[in-house]
């Protein structure tokens, strides 16, 4: 029994220090969250989808889903540092849906925390950029989708420049 004990609060400790570490760092456990694209939105129809203003309104997923999927993940190791107030994270796509990724795979959606150095805002502003880019012609659908399932902060330092 105390081997068990001991197990099981190792077990926590693990889960405990890893969500942490992603969730600081910016990054999405990428063994649960590699990222998902909706195959309806390729290149040659970028200015029927995610170019078209209010695109994300019409396939963002409601809240009601979104939140329901928080909760449980953090609940399941997403928690930086133990914090379980839903209202410290943003239920964010890894593969924004500006730029084509997929609106309801949990493969793509994790909680983002606000704090640390690589917060959720920061990400919002580079998928602004990179939306900007892709509708301007001037980055392809799938490298901006690449940019952000490798590793968003590399992208940001690239274009839009270092973190203040």
């Excluded at 390729?42 to 809240?63: H, L, S």
């Excluded at 540092?81 to 849906?97: A, F, K, Q, S, V």
């Excluded at 659908?141 to 420049?161: C, E, M, P, T």
Aim: with cysteine.
């Amino acid at each position: 029994m105390r081997k068990l004990s001991l197990f099981l609060a190792l077990l926590i400790l693990s889960t405990t220090t890893t969500a942490f570490a992603s969730g600081l760092d910016g990054l999405p456990d990428f063994h649960r969250t590699p990222g998902a694209i909706d195959p309806s939105v390729t290149q040659e129809n970028i200015g029927r989808t995610v170019c078209v203003v209010g695109y994300t309104k019409t396939v963002r997923p409601p809240t009601s889903y979104t939140n329901k999927l928080k909760y449980e993940q953090l609940r399941s190791g997403y928690a930086v540092n133990g914090d379980l107030d839903m209202r410290n994270y943003e239920e964010d796509h890894l593969i924004p849906l500006a730029v084509g990724g997929s609106p309801r795979d949990p493969r793509n959606l994790f909680p983002q925390y606000y704090g640390g150095a690589y917060g959720a805002r920061l990400k919002d502003r580079l998928e602004l950029k990179m939306h900007l880019l892709v509708c301007a012609g001037s980055v392809t659908l799938k490298a901006a989708q690449s940019a952000f399932k490798k590793d968003w902060r590399i992208a940001y330092r690239k274009y839009i420049g270092p973190l203040n």
